[in-house]
């Protein structure tokens, strides 16, 4: 039997990042980890989701929607200049097949880097957020928010080298472990000391330090001194790329909430920052446990093209599967969800709240590219799409604008929907999938989620109040049905069924020795 991974008695630091670096282990239980690290991550993202919800609903009630809108227009700043200085090199250690003891400790300083000049550009960019949306306090948020940039970039390097190795339980305990103390943190700031906004802030601190704790105690690797700079250089280039991608992305996540707190001010920024998380709360417990297990499983068949497909197929289908019923079921039932986690004073964010769920049959599916391209090497052409795609999102928000955040909603999904197919297009072309697969994956539960989404809605509008989540409750059921339905009888989610079927199998097996 193997020595365990975290069995470091009797070894030196060096042969102990050694381990940590060699991830051969891993090939012949590939599948069966991607599966396992799938199950975990929905698990810890059940959790997650709890939290989250339980988080927005509680300060929801202790912070007005202007406070909220600040730390969105602070936040805009934050990010720009997070994708200009990030590189995103710690991907490098994720995709990479082998890497060396040099190449990760050379990205780590990168890193540290990085994240000491977005300080020093968050404070020259201080006057300048201040007179952009004509309000003293942004400024001060944004260089309070940079003090956890290089916190952020230990553990983020830590993650990766976790995420490598396929070590889920120890990301999942992190990653929720800094949100539940940053959650608990903001809620008690708001609640007892009055801190207002700040308690968003002293929430981003804290997650961040309790998160990047966590990983350096899970994660035995430790840096060294670098002697040989190379492989830090190639892995620059990968990074470079993802990084002008990701600040299109950037450009393209946060231009929405730029122009709408520069046109219409802090308060309808807050409505629209609020629905927009409230909708981006079940949409990561969706795309972020498969992202978290697909992109290294991915990326260590990616020589192998029919394994490589069938992989990423299975997961397109799975993954749209649940995301065409959280937007049948988000859509439906927009008001009341947004009358019981946000309460009283945020009707405006209803439809701006129903406008998003619109994109999301595109978006789901459509976010899946990024795996594609990170898995294969191709961040140069994921940065040439951004080019092409970020443009059209950037026209549809100038065109939305001037009816507020409503008409910025309506008019992003609508552009969603534009572009889907150009997107897979783009993406998979001189790869083992086609756009037929990729139509005859999503074909069933998109349409099924578009009945669903009608039904609801109708229910949700001629009900009383105490009807409507008996409704949105027998959607799901019926959606759920129909899904397994489709899993069970036709031949596109076969492969689906038997890997659920050998998952259990494993599990059983597991809880029988255990």
């Not at 122009?259 to 802090?266: D, E, H, N, V, Y």
């Not at 590219?369 to 080019?387: A, E, F, P, V």
């Amino acid at each position: 039997m193997p020595r365990s991974w975290f069995d470091t008695r009797g070894l030196t630091q060096a042969q102990i990042n050694e381990r940590v670096l060699d991830s051969t282990h891993l090939d012949g239980q590939l599948a069966a980890r991607t599966v396992k690290g799938g199950a975990i991550a929905v698990s810890a993202q059940f959790v997650r989701l709890v939290l989250q919800i339980l988080s927005m609903a509680a300060l929801a009630r202790l912070l007005a929607p202007e406070q909220f809108g600040l730390i969105a227009m602070a936040a805009t700043v934050m990010a720009l200049l997070t994708a200009l200085t990030e590189l995103n090199v710690s991907t490098v250690a994720v995709q990479r097949r082998e890497i060396d003891q040099d190449t990760v400790s050379a990205l780590l300083i990168v890193s540290l880097g990085m994240a000491a000049i977005t300080i020093v550009l968050c404070l020259a960019a201080m006057p300048l957020a201040t007179w952009f949306f004509k309000d003293e306090r942004v400024g001060a948020i944004v260089l309070a928010m940079a003090a956890a940039a290089p916190i952020n970039a230990l553990g983020g390097h830590q993650y990766a080298l976790l995420s490598r190795n396929m070590r889920w339980v120890d990301i999942q305990i992190a990653s929720l472990s800094g949100l539940a103390a940053g959650m608990a943190a903001a809620i008690i700031a708001a609640w007892a000391f009055d801190a207002g906004y700040w308690a968003l802030v002293i929430q981003i601190w804290v997650s961040a330090a309790v998160g990047a704790t966590l990983t350096w105690i899970f994660c035995p690797w430790r840096p060294s001194a670098v002697r040989d700079w190379s492989g830090a250089k190639q892995g620059l280039s990968f990074g470079v790329n993802l990084t002008g991608a990701m600040l299109l992305n950037y450009v393209h996540r946060q231009f929405d909430n730029i122009l709408i707190g520069w046109r219409w001010g802090s308060e309808e920024l807050g409505h629209y920052a609020r629905a927009y998380a409230l909708l981006m709360t079940p949409l990561n417990f969706i795309s972020g446990p498969l992202g978290t297990a697909m992109i290294p499983a991915l990326s260590r068949i990616q020589d192998d093209p029919s394994k490589w497909r069938a992989g990423y197929l299975d997961a397109l289908a799975v993954v749209t599967m649940a995301g065409a019923g959280l937007a049948a079921l988000l859509y439906g039932a927009a008001t009341p969800i947004i009358e019981l986690v946000l309460g009283s004073g945020w009707e405006r964010a209803e439809l701006i709240f129903a406008y998003l769920c619109i994109g999301l049959l595109a978006t789901v599916p459509m976010d899946t590219t990024g795996w594609i391209y990170i898995s294969r090497g191709r961040t140069d052409r994921m940065l040439q799409w951004s080019l092409i795609g970020v443009p059209i999102y950037l026209a549809a928000f100038v065109i939305g604008l001037p009816y507020g955040a409503i008409g910025v909603a309506l008019c992003y999904s609508i552009s969603r929907y534009l572009t889907f197919v150009p997107c897979f297009w783009f993406a998979t072309r001189g790869t083992p999938i086609g756009l037929r697969d990729v139509f005859i994956t999503i074909a069933t539960p998109s349409l099924a989620a578009i009945a669903v989404a009608l039904g609801l809605n109708f229910a949700t509008t001629h009900l009383g109040p105490l009807l409507d989540f008996v409704a949105l409750a027998f959607a799901g059921v019926l959606y759920a049905l129909a899904m397994i339905t489709a899993i069970w009888v036709l031949p596109p989610y076969h492969r689906v069924r038997e890997r659920a079927a050998a998952a259990i199998v494993t599990l059983r097996l597991k809880l029988r020795r255990a």
